[in-house]
């Protein structure tokens, strides 16, 4: 059977070689990892950091436990969104006081979405990719029928075709810069000069970028830019998301969602709306602080590590997966969805199969951790703080062993679960 047919390992490195040599391979003693785990979905839901649960009982014992109500003083938590944010901020080349850690992205993208249609008044096109997170085409229609002022989505379905839409009538272009399936990534400053070329103002978002790849907001001179905590960043499943206003927005942009928390001076209790002069205007409401707190840890780690060593660790760890997957499983009936090229791609491969979710199941199966997308769409995350190279070729061979075998082929593997 072809599960025992002999595989010639390719003339690259030894795992053992790229493993040693590997300037961050220390950060992963950072994270918990179970035994026998092979963990490629922090695209998804990112690994725990060992210290979120000193954070959590800290917070828990100490902070509410003990400290009551006063923590939101003593312990820092009323400034947390923004003491987390300016954080933050330095891993996506934003300022100080331009992000905050609040809410979701959905929420997150309605409130600067609805901010910048008022921006550009009588433009009423909202541009977006039809391969985009559906999370965020729903909110801008949903956002679109509540304002009823004509504004329509045009849906795109390839990069190049970003400027044929480009004309007078675009008010916002909502792009998410590393596609969720296939790991294809925008050219941020090209675009965003397209489209501030045309007049209309750009609005980001960094769920596969932010903690994978290098983002330089101000550089590409951003408008907005909405991004979640959960993935790459590693701050616990459902951490709140953050915000980007560009500091030359900051005064004129009007959100509607005006919370409590976003007013110039909460505490006064005003029944007059009055926004705060800086980018707590994006903040609505009272904080989940409990998962907030979690988000330390991951970004200490990532600014310790740095963004340019994660990005070329990135490079070389989804570089040699493709390499070592189509070695190996060449003829078992998968297709590279990914950018072959680095510079066009985020830190995920991608590869099609027409019984992908049963594959992708019995991987999981055997250990090997990733994620299915529809339609046929394996997804294979590569976190550089603590994914190894050895980990990279042995996910590779348990693929080829599933393929080659069939093993996917069993009831267990081929019915769909509620979450994929
Ligand atoms: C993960 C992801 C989301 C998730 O949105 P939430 O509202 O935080 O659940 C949104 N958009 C994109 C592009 C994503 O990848």
């Not at 391979?25 to 998804?44: C, E, H, K, W």
């Not at 100490?62 to 006063?70: A, S, T, Y």
């Not at 096109?125 to 039809?130: K, N, P």
């Not at 294979?380 to 070729?393: K, T």
Request: glycine letters at 8%; aromatic letters at 8%.
């Amino acid at each position: 059977m072809n599960t025992d047919s002999a595989f010639t390992p390719s003339p690259s490195p030894s795992t053992e070689t790229l493993d040693a040599a590997d300037p961050l391979r220390q950060f992963r003693d950072a994270f918990i990892l179970p035994p026998g785990v092979i963990y490629l979905d922090g695209n998804s839901l990112g690994a725990r950091p060992r210290g979120a649960l000193e954070i959590a009982q800290r917070v828990i014992e100490q902070e509410w436990g003990h400290d009551l109500i006063r923590s939101w003083n003593t312990a820092g938590w009323f400034d947390l969104p923004s003491r987390l944010g300016n954080k933050l901020a330095r891993l996506i080349g934003a300022g100080d006081d331009e992000v905050v850690i609040t809410d979701t992205i959905s929420i997150n993208l309605f409130k600067v979405l609805a901010g910048a249609l008022k921006m550009r008044p009588g433009r009423q096109v909202i541009v977006s990719e039809r391969e985009n997170f559906p999370t965020d085409l729903y909110m801008a229609q949903g956002l679109a029928q509540l304002l009823e002022q004509g504004h329509r989505l045009v849906l795109i379905d390839s990069h190049d075709e970003l400027t044929h839409v480009l004309d007078k009538q675009v008010a916002v272009v909502m792009l998410t810069h590393v596609n969720y399936r296939t790991g294809a990534m925008w050219d941020m400053a090209s675009a965003t000069a397209k489209v501030h070329d045309c007049g209309a103002l750009m609005l980001w978002d960094l769920a596969h970028s932010a903690g994978a790849v290098e983002v330089d907001l101000h550089a590409a001179e951003a408008d907005f830019a909405v991004g979640c905590t959960y993935k790459y960043l590693n701050g616990g499943p459902g951490s709140p998301a953050f915000v980007y206003v560009n500091s030359r927005w900051i005064g004129e942009l009007q959100q509607p969602l005006n919370g409590w928390w976003g007013h110039a001076a909460p505490f006064v209790f005003d029944p007059e709306y009055r926004p705060a002069a800086d980018i707590r205007r994006t903040l609505c409401g009272t904080q989940g602080i409990v998962s907030m707190a979690m988000i330390e840890p991951g970004l200490d780690l990532m600014h310790e590590a740095t963004m340019t060593a994660l990005r070329k660790k990135s490079v070389a760890l989804t570089s040699r997966f493709i390499e070592q997957v189509e070695a190996r499983c060449a003829g078992l009936g998968l297709s590279l969805a990914t950018p072959r090229e680095p510079a066009l791609r985020g830190s995920q491969v991608s590869f099609v199969h027409e019984h992908g979710y049963a594959v992708m199941q019995a991987l999981i199966a055997r250990g090997v951790i990733g994620d299915y997308r529809e339609p046929g769409i394996l997804r294979f995350g590569f976190a550089p703080l603590y994914v190894r190279f050895q980990d990279v070729d042995a996910a590779a061979e348990a693929l080829r062993e599933i393929l080659a075998g069939k093993l996917w082929d069993r009831p267990k593997f081929t019915t769909l679960n509620a979450v994929t």
